[in-house]
Structure formats: C-alpha cells, structure tokens
C-alpha cells in the first residue's frame, strides 16, 4: 500500500451485531461520543448464533473489505447458549477461509457487551486498521461477465 | 475376491429367505471394464448379480436415504461410518437394515490407471490378490493394487466396517502407522497465496454439476439451500466467486459429518480437488472437539452441541 | 468432395499465426486434463487420441452468458453485449462434437426463435474437426447417425495420416479457407488409399451397439412404460451427463444486482435437476428421478426425432465415461430395446 492510497481509501466493513449486547454496545459508545472510524456498516442481528456463514461469504463477494461478528461474552446469551453454537461454527469457518487463502484479518470475532462501549470502539478502529493494511478486497468478490 | 462375491451372495440369499429385507444394496459388474456400479437387488433370482473387488467404489449409504422399507446393505469401512453418520443424524431406520459389512483392502483410482496405461484403453481387467491385471489391444500390465489406490483409502484408518450386522470374509489390517492428515498439515504449510492460487484453480474447474453433492452420502436435505430459489442464497452461475462460495458452504455443511470416503472425488467429473476442503475441517473437527466422523453412533454431531470452555482464541473479548 | 493436404507442422503454424486477425479454440492439456480453449501464446495444441473431457458447447453456447446489463436507475435501458464479426476457428474436435452443432442449429438457427448470440459465433466459426483414427470403447457415434469420420456440422475434416492431415473440404467457408492458404496442396491417389484404410479400420472399430430407431419405436408408446421404474433406481441425479453432452442445451435465466446495476444471465441448466421443472406455485411434474430419467431419455430420442429428424445424441461417449455410478445411456437404450 502506498502511503497516498491508505490515506484517501476508507475500508467498508460489514459488521453483524447481536441485538442483546454489541448492538447496544455500539449505541452507547454513540450516545458517550466515543470516536471510532466511520468504516462500518452494521447489520442488526438476534443472536451472533443467527449469523450464518453464507452471510459472510456473500459479504466478500459483493466487495466487503472486512467482516466482523460480535455478540455476547460466553454465558451472557439471551438465548442462553446461541453463542456457543456460533462459537463452534465461526472456529470451522475461520479456519477453513485462512486454509483457502482468505486473509485472516478481513473476518473477525469479538465478544462485546452492552456495556462495553469503550471496547466496541477499540475494536472497530482494530479491525480498520488490520483491513486498512490489507487494502480493497480482491479476494472472493463477484465479477460480472467481462 | 471371487470368494468374497460368493460369501455376499450366500449371505444376501439367507436374507431374502428369512424374509428380512426386500431390497439390498450391493455392486455389480459395470459396463466398463474398469468400473462396478451399484445394483439393487428386490428378487433372490438376481442374487448372482452382485459382486466384490477393488472397483465397488461409490459409497451405497447414498442410496438409503432414498430408499423405504426392510433394507441390506453392502458396506466397506467408509460406508460403515457414513452409516453411523446417518444414524446421528437420525436419518436411517436401523431397526430395518442389515448391514452387510465388508473389510476393504481399499480402491483402486481409475484416473491413476488411466494415467499408468497412458492412452491405451484397458479392454479387460483379471483381479489377482494384490494385483490388477489389465488388458487391452497388443498390450497386457501388471498393477499393484497398493500403488493405485484412491489418496483417501492410502490414508484410511478404518478399512473393516465399524458397524455391522454379517461380516463377509476376514478382517484386514488397519493402517495404524499413516498420517491421515499429512496431506493438510503440508498444505498449511504455503503461503496465503498459494493456498489462494490453489483455491482459484479448483473454483475454475468446477461445472456446477453437483456430482460431489448428489453422491455425498450426507447430502440428504430434500431441499439444497444452493438450489433454493426463493430465496435465492447462491449465485447460481460458474462465476469463480458463486462456484468458490459453493465448495465452501458444501464442505461446511457437512463439517463433522464427513468420513472422508471420497465419493465426491471420485464423482466429480472434473477433477476438483474436494478433499481439500474437506479434510481440513475434518482435521480441525478432530482438534478443536476431539470428534471423529461415523464411529459412535450415540455420538451428538459436533455443530450441535458446544462445550463452555470451547477454543476461543480467534475471538476478540 | 475435394481433398487437399497440409503438413501439421504447416497447420499448427498457420493457426497460430492467425491468433492476431482471429480467435483459435483448440484443445490443450491444462493440468492433465484436455480442455478446449481460446489459444495464447506459447499453448501447445494437443491432438491425442482421446477426446477433450468438456464438449464444444461452451464455445458457442457460454455456461454462463450475459443477454443484456441493466441500470435500475433508468428504467427501460438494456445493454446488449457488442456482437463482433471477429472470426474463430474451433480445431481438433471430434466428429462427434462437430455433429452436436447441427443439433444446436435445428434449437438456435431455426426459423422459429432464432438466437442472435448463438448465431453470431456459429455464424463467424469455422470449424476444423479431426476424424478418430482410434475410437474409444466408449463411443457409438456411427448408431447415432454420424460415426469417426462424419462431416457433419463440420466445414473441413482433417483425417490423420501421421505426418499430415488430409483435408475435406465440406462447406464453402471451408473451401475458402482452403483457398486463402497456400500451404494446402492437392491430395493424390495415394493418400485417398491411405485415407480409406484408415476410415474402414476406424468404423470397424465402433461396433454397432444401439438402435436409436427399434428405441425410438418402443418410446412412441412408452411413456407409461414400468421400463422407467428401474433404469433411473441408481442415478444420483447429478448433472455430469447433461453437462458433460455436447447436445444438451437446456438452460435458465438469472438477474443478477448488485445494487442498482445488473445483469440478465442465461445459465445451463439440466433436466436432471428437480428444480428445473418447479412451478411458482409448488407443483412439480417431474417429482422424481423416474420422470426426470424418462424427460432426458424422450428428449433426445423421441421428442427430438419428431421436431427435428435427428437423434440429440451424437455417440461422443462423455455420459457413459464420466458417470459416477456407472449409469451408461448405451444400457438404458438397450433396455429399453427389449422392453
């Protein structure tokens, strides 16, 4: 990356948050006017354990620079183990991305609570600054017929 | 294996006698000589259709899922364990099959052969012990059944049926001293390039077919979220990204489930290099939730279940 | 017919040569497998005796082939794709690959719905088809109404002999062609024997093995046939015949948006597929592998015969090579035969 380029380019990054906690987590850094970058474009989920792989797939092909999923911190699921069950999943699925040569910092985890303000900020500016790195995604996004 | 095709005869006309199936599964000479394929026998008459050797390669568990009524069976090691596999997902009524279990010295891979004969077409195959003898016009080769076996048998740890209800023949011995896993632990060595490069390669060659899904025996859903129109989750065209996004989402859905049988490699018709996929999930299945496919039939599936202290590490908190 | 003689080395070079004024299709192996594609610097061209794994139908039918590209924003403009008149040359298919372009004529040349993207590369191809000096256990071209040395569907038919290639010339494109190159000289007597031999040989070798007309007799009343309750019983449904065949060309149409820009697709699609036959209101009359077998069977050896007087197969062999569970059409006719 050229330093002009890091400079002008914002990433967008796709970011599924759960309804109970990071959802929250991300209001209230908004109503403590916390600053974080303006690279997200948040989809309200129900439960991170709603988020199916197949959501973040078709994020990379139609050109997400990142992804995140965040729900809540092991043991504080609405649904009392949905984030377990995502858990499980998501370790399959980052795997299987790395193993097939999808950088490992275009999709992330995190665990973030409604009260954890602060870290949602910290988080978003983290996974900017790892996809800034990178640059545009390539990888995984549709072309159309040429 | 003429003795071992009598054994399954004999032992399939028992059944039908004692009345306790009405149809089985088994393999018959195909009409290539290099190929069986899978039969159905529902009459004691055609008893002597069915055979054994080293090309009864398709895994027959398939078929059960599309099949009703008293059922036999004609299981190697792998399909044993998709069995299994099909038993916890509750998808086989065990009350109503006989499995007629086979230990498997493993298969041979018809592209291996192509490739040792070079152009010349195999007219004739005798089936020795350990060897394969093929003929064809002015040429005759010796092969050794150990040297052209499929990647997946080279590699299998359970060659005698994990599960079943007569045993055919003797038990062969298992390849205890193999690292079934060597091939991904080599892969993860690459760059993220290479890996990519590799993954392009395979998406480029895929048609869409659906070979590998149609022949997985844990591909059972009535409905494939990859055909689903309404709504429509998959790209539904040979675009690089809808074919990558397709062998990703199949392996996933079949994450825990896979017993590397490799009926979707030797199904596809292209060449794709599905194990790849496959048996990493496989081996971080093994890793992450010390679960092996198709053993434990009262096993619960390792994405239906979680433990609290599950591997966290990839996740920020 | 005229016959003429190039030397490969000539042939290779002059197709090569015109990569610059044309595009060239012709089979190379890329990663073991014969493939057919458009010819770059530095591809070998590989004639071998087996054939490509994929028919030719890509080159005149895309699997994947945009209509038009649309805006949401303006509503009513369409794009179409510019049709160009850049020339093609398909070589190195087979006689029977040569022969599926005249079931693709009678499907997207007819009178009826003739098909601008179809006819404008049909239209602009010339094709160079190689006849089979060593045909496989697997072909039965010569029951389908062609056989190792058909001309049909092709515009030159190059027959092997070793060092050259004796040329057909089929059609007035081919003639021209021909005509343009000064690398073809004249065939003498000689070559017409070694011609003949090689083609008495060759047919020889494709034994007789199917009867697509004692089929096609037994299909015109056979629709309720219990023929049909066995032969699909171990077909897992997949698409390798339909899409491997150089005759299948069944397909669907897709929009794909990406947000206020789009594309219309068409797509192959396969008769083997239980969606390929579901309504919008949930019905489905192909519900099970026994219609969806019996569809593909009457398509090709009945309802084709009767629009069109020819079988939609033309014997390449792909289905019954390439079926993962051995299912092979040469079996299902026979049974069907005797039924």
């Known amino acids: 990356m050229d330093a002009a380029k890091e400079t002008s380019w914002e990433p967008k990054i796709i970011t599924f948050l759960c309804n109970w906690c990071s959802y929250a987590g991300a209001d209230l850094a908004g109503v403590s006017r916390i600053q974080y970058p303006a690279s997200t474009r948040t989809i309200r989920v129900p439960c991170s354990g709603r988020v199916n792989p197949l959501f973040i797939l078709r994020a990379l092909q139609n050109g997400a620079d990142g992804i995140l999923v965040s729900g809540c911190h092991p043991g504080d699921c609405h649904y009392l183990s949905g984030n377990y069950a995502a858990r499980r999943k998501f370790s399959i699925l980052a795997g299987l991305l790395e193993h097939v040569g999808i950088e490992k910092e275009r999709v992330q985890f995190s665990w973030v609570s409604a009260a954890e303000a602060g870290r949602f900020a910290e988080v978003i500016t983290e996974i900017t600054e790892d996809v800034k790195k990178l640059g545009p995604a390539n990888r995984m996004v549709k072309k159309r017929v040429h | ?317 | 017919m005229k016959e003429m003689i190039i030397k490969k080395d000539a042939l290779m070079n002059l197709l090569t040569g015109r990569a610059d004024d044309c595009q060239v299709f012709a089979p190379v192996e890329v990663e073991g497998s014969l493939v057919i594609k458009e010819i770059q610097p530095g591809d070998e061209i590989t004639i071998s005796s087996m054939n490509t794994k994929a028919s030719i139908k890509e080159t005149f039918f895309p699997q994947r082939e945009r209509l038009f590209s649309y805006d949401l924003s303006k509503p009513g403009e369409m794009k179409e794709p510019p049709f160009s008149d850049r020339k093609r040359i398909v070589f190195g298919i087979r006689p029977c690959d040569a022969k599926s372009l005249t079931v693709f004529d009678c499907v997207f040349k007819g009178k009826d719905y003739p098909d601008p993207y179809y006819i404008d590369k049909r239209d602009n191809t010339i094709v160079i088809a190689v006849g089979c000096n060593e045909p496989s256990t697997t072909c039965f071209c010569s029951d389908t109404g062609a056989g190792p040395f058909s001309t049909d569907g092709a515009d030159l038919l190059l027959v092997d002999l070793d060092g050259s290639y004796l040329v057909r010339v089929v059609t007035e494109k081919g003639e021209s062609f021909v005509n343009e190159n000064t690398a073809f000289t004249e065939a003498g007597q000689q070559q017409a024997e070694t011609r003949d031999a090689i083609v008495d040989k060759a047919t020889k070798a494709v034994h007789a093995q199917v009867n697509p007309d004692k089929v096609k007799k037994k299909l015109d009343d056979g629709f309720d046939s219990n023929v049909w309750d066995i032969i699909h019983e171990k077909c897992i449904g997949c698409g390798t015949c339909t899409y491997l065949c150089p005759t299948c060309h069944c397909f669907d149409i897709v929009d794909e948006t990406t947000g206020t820009t789009g594309e219309r697709l068409r797509i192959w699609d396969s008769c083997m597929y239980p969606f390929f036959t579901l309504h919008a209101s949930g019905g489905n009359p192909r519900k099970t592998g026994k219609e969806r077998m019996r569809q593909r069977v009457m398509h090709k050896f009945k309802y084709f015969v009767d629009n069109n007087e020819m079988v939609a197969c033309t014997g390449c062999g792909r289905c019954v090579k390439y079926c993962p569970v051995n299912l092979d059409i040469r079996e299902i006719l026979k049974q069907i035969e005797v039924s």
């Not at chain 2, 018809?110 to 077409?121: F, T």
């Not at chain 2, 005698?160 to 060595?189: M, R, S, W, Y």
């Not at chain 2, 979707?264 to 890793?287: G, Q, S, T, Y």
């Not at chain 2, 679960?291 to 390792?302: L, Y």
Request: aromatic share 8%.
């Open chain 2, 1 to 317: 294996m003429e003795n071992l095709s009598k054994e399954i005869r004999e032992a399939v006309k028992k059944l039908f006698e004692e009345d306790k199936v009405d149809l089985v599964i088994g393999f018959e000479n195909g009409s290539l000589p290099l190929k069986a394929t899978p039969c159905f026998i529902r009459n004691i008459d055609d008893i002597d259709r069915l055979v054994w050797n080293s090309r009864c390669e398709n895994n027959l568990a398939v078929y059960l899922t599309k099949n009703k009524g008293k059922i036999g069976i004609v299981a190697k090691g792998c399909d044993s364990r998709a069995i299994v596999g099909l038993m916890q997902e509750n998808q086989i009524d065990r009350e109503n099959l006989v499995i007629i279990g086979i230990p498997c010295g493993g298969m041979v891979d018809q592209k291996k052969i192509e490739k040792s004969l070079q152009e010349k077409e195999p007219l004739e195959v005798k089936e020795n012990h350990d060897s394969l003898v093929i003929k064809g016009n002015g040429f005759e080769e010796t092969l050794k059944i150990s040297d052209i076996l499929y990647d997946n048998c080279m590699s299998c740890k359970h060659r005698n049926p994990v599960i079943h209800d007569v045993l055919i023949g003797e038990p062969v011995e298992e390849q205890d001293d193999v690292d079934e896993f060597a091939g991904v632990k080599a892969f993860e060595e690459k760059s993220s390039d290479e890996r990519w490069d590799h993954f392009v390669k395979q998406g480029e060659k895929c048609i869409r077919c659906y070979a590998c899904r149609n022949a997985c025996p844990f591909c059972f859903c009535e409905e494939c979220s990859v055909d689903s129109s309404q709504p429509q989750w998959f790209g539904k065209s040979i675009a690089l990204s809808d074919t990558q996004v397709f062998h990703l989402m199949r392996s996933f859905h079949i994450a825990g489930r896979c017993v590397d049988c490799g009926a979707c490699v030797r199904a596809c018709p292209m060449d794709v290099d599905l194990r790849f996929f496959n048996k990493k999930i496989e081996k971080d299945v093994r890793e992450l939730f010390s679960h092996e496919a198709g053993i434990d039939p009262e096993a619960a599936p390792p994405l239906n279940t979680y433990n609290t202290d599950d591997y966290d590490d990839f996740i920020k908190s």
